[in-house]
């Protein structure tokens, strides 16, 4: 669902959880249905205190990883391994 732009599926660098990104609150309506009717899959959501995704890019390699190390709990790789 992800590869067609409906959804964006973010991982935690801290942990293994999954969230879903998405462009309204119907859209996880959606994907919980259409999990249900072409995979079926049952699936339920709940909802993060997340309210925006910014990509980071730094040409500076040590004061990425120092940012990166100070907001670890903030931070998601996106599906293309993007921070």
């Known amino acids: 669902l992800s590869e067609e732009g ?6 935690p660098i801290s ?3 999954l969230i879903v990104g998405a462009v309204g609150v119907l859209q996880f309506d959606v ?7 072409e995979y079926n899959v049952e699936a339920v959501y709940e909802s993060v205190n997340v309210a925006t995704a910014r990509w980071v890019e730094c040409a500076d390699a040590k004061k990425f990883e120092e940012f990166k190390r100070k907001n670890e709990s903030q931070l998601a790789l996106d599906g293309g391994d993007n921070l």
């Open 6 to 11: 409906a959804v964006q599926v973010f991982r």
């Open 31 to 37: 994907v919980v249905s259409r999990l249900k009717s």
């Open 15 to 17: 942990n293994n959880d």
